[in-house]
């Protein structure tokens, strides 16, 4: 029996490796910052809080980048289940129409409920992705061949603008866009634990059901035939996994605001290293997700400390020409 | 009585009618092909009775129950369907394509089992695949890559196997080869056949009961030799075909044919 190389390795190992590079990332990322902290500080954070540096790690730094693995993670896995639901390799949660609703729902409870809490936030954010998700679904199922990979992100990006302009608009006529701008354009800045404990478990539970859904996952993503002829009760499966889409989406907006890309690229990285089965791709681009974010999160911060360069830019630049690459490719760079 | 029979199905594709009452009952343990011209509605009926689309009326049964009330689970550890899958892209191996043929028995984490591994690797062996486990089946020529989805279908266990146009897009020693194993099941194992096949003279060489549909109704259902005749395939498919036989399997064969003249 002939074993090609990619196969060689274990999926324990590519497991393994993933969550050391993640350790390693999180670890950097803790000491690199604006505010000069030693090595003995990281590790003197987990635990005590005397001293300054102390202070600013644990009460700035640490849930910042804490923020920074759920939110890549998070828009990670969105963007590998989008992929494999729809079949279309440009899915990805920023693209779909999915972070542009939930900025205008957040736009709104902004402007309507001006102390809302960040519960009510990550709601209005839930409500707000699957409005956007299913208006940009809706007009391409509205014609035939709409779902086709380059035209289901024309779709997105007309709602997108669209969405963003109603964000705007209400910003201005409240005057709240200063208010709505710090939490949507301002990436992981401000994270807080008590934000952390109210999305934190959100995303927990989503990636959580997507591991559980996985290989239903799979089958959808081979041929929706395929998938009932095996005993699969394929709508079912697509709502449950259209809501693990939401709250994760959601929440991520909730957490770091508008970032697009990041669940475009993760998963297609992670199946050059796992291939397409989606048990082996939902952890690993959990994984590498986080990953992702924290070290964009600590080039923003480190290049031109002190002052902060905005992450979703960051993202971008790197995202679009792998946006570009993968069109190239003839939008079916599955493999 | 036969353990799967359609009763007065009908089934439409937005307002038109693709099926139009079928009634027909599928011969237990038999290979049974179904024939008919592009678009008189052949696949649309596997699909209906294999619940992969919904019919509007009429009735599917299978073991005394209507299939849209059995567990779609359940019902695919009875029947396997295989669509016609050439489009289905995968970059999934082919081991783990076929291990996805143990879903209906798996429950939510899906652990295999030394059972399920047993049936996986039966699969592989008797389709001849066993070599290719570790490749992608996108890598593999059109005749392999037919197998290993059989190979998934068998890992279902079911005795009741559909395909679609199973030899389609096959060279002709392909198509032989994966005709002879669909035999080859049946004839050992008593695994009820159904097909969709465009070929009359396989299905006449393969099948024991055929179908022949036109326009989303049936012409004629029977055995080989009752279908296989020049009146019913004028017909069907509108031809003047030359009936003989096989001189080395003793079933119909159609020689050659024509075109039906100025008749329309």
């Known amino acids: 029996m002939d074993k090609p190389v990619g196969k060689a390795i274990p999926f324990s190992f590519k497991l393994f490796a993933s969550t050391i ?121 509205a014609k035939r061949g709409g779902f086709a990979p380059i035209r289901l992100v024309l779709a997105g990006a007309a709602v997108s603008t669209f969405l963003f302009a109603i964000a705007q608009g209400v ?5 709240i866009s200063k208010d709505v701008a710090m939490w949507t354009a301002g990436g992981l800045i401000g994270t807080s634990w008590g934000q952390l404990q109210t999305i934190a478990p959100v995303i927990i539970i989503g990636i959580f059901v997507a591991l559980v859904l996985s290989r239903q996952l799979t089958l ?67 994984l590498l997700g986080a990953t992702f974010m924290l070290l964009a999160d600590t080039v923003g911060r480190m290049l031109q400390a002190p002052f902060e360069t905005p992450v979703a830019a960051l993202i ?14 003839g939008g079916r760079a599955f493999s | ?16 009618l693709i099926v139009k009452g079928l009634s027909v009952q599928i011969p237990d343990k038999k290979v049974t092909a179904i024939i008919g011209a592009n678009g008189c509605g052949k696949s649309t009926f596997l699909k209906a009775v294999t619940r992969l689309i919904p019919h509007q009326s009429g009735d599917v049964i299978l073991d005394g129950g209507n299939i849209v009330k059995q567990r779609t689970k359940q019902l695919a550890q009875k029947m396997a369907i295989l669509p016609q899958t050439q489009e289905a892209a995968s970059g999934l191996t082919v081991g783990e394509l076929v291990s996805y043929g143990r879903f209906p028995y798996q429950n939510a984490m899906g652990r295999l089992t030394p059972r399920d591994m047993d049936v996986i690797n ?17 890598a593999l020529s059109g005749g392999q890559r037919q197998r290993v989805w059989i190979a998934m279908a068998l890992a279902q266990e079911t005795d009741i196997i559909f395909l679609d146009e199973p030899t389609t897009y096959l060279d002709m020693a392909h198509q032989l080869e994966v005709l002879e194993l669909l035999q080859r099941l049946n004839e050992e194992q008593q695994r009820t056949i159904v097909m969709v096949l465009h070929d009359l003279n396989q299905a006449a060489r393969f099948a024991d009961f055929i179908i022949a549909m036109k326009d989303g109704e049936i012409v004629r259902a ?18 003047d075909a030359e009936i003989g036989t096989d001189p080395r399997t003793g079933k119909p064969l159609c020689i050659t044919y024509d075109l039906l003249k100025g008749d329309e």
């Open chain 1, 21 to 141: 590079l993640l350790i390693i990332s999180f670890l950097f990322a803790m000491k690199l910052g604006a505010a000069h902290t030693s090595w003995q500080d990281v590790l003197l954070s987990f635990t005590s809080n005397q001293e300054d540096n102390i202070q600013i790690l644990k009460e700035i730094r640490f849930p910042r980048e804490v923020g920074a693995v759920f939110v890549g993670a998070a828009l990670a896995v969105s963007g590998a289940i989008m992929q494999g639901m729809t079949r279309n390799p440009l899915a990805d949660p920023g693209l779909l129409g999915l972070t542009a609703g939930a900025n205008a729902a957040l736009a709104i409870a902004l402007a309507f409920i001006p102390t809302i809490n960040y519960f009510g936030i990550m709601t209005a954010c839930f409500i707000g992705s699957a409005v956007g998700a299913l208006i940009v679904f809706g007009i391409a199922s």
């Open chain 1, 316 to 329: 971008a630049i790197i995202g679009l020409p792998f946006f570009l690459l993968i069109v190239r490719k």
């Open chain 1, 171 to 175: 910003g201005l006529y409240f005057k």
């Open chain 2, 122 to 138: 039966w699969a592989l062996e008797v389709t001849n695949t066993t070599d290719f486990k570790y490749r992608q089946v996108d």
């Open chain 2, 1 to 16: 009585m036969v353990r799967l029979y359609t009763d007065n199905l009908q089934v439409s594709y937005d307002d038109r």
């Open chain 1, 220 to 286: 959808l993503s081979l041929n929706e035939e395929v998938a009932i002829g095996l005993g699969q009760n394929t709508l079912k499966i697509k709502v449950m996994l259209f809501i693990v889409i939401i709250l994760l989406a959601g929440a991520a907006v909730a957490l770091a605001g508008n970032l697009a890309f990041v669940g475009l690229m993760i998963p297609h990285i992670v199946r050059a290293i796992v291939g397409t089965d989606y048990r082996f791709i939902i952890p690993i681009s959990a």
């Open chain 2, 222 to 239: 029977g055995m080989c030799e009752n279908v296989i005749r020049p009146d019913i395939l004028r017909e069907v498919f509108r031809i």
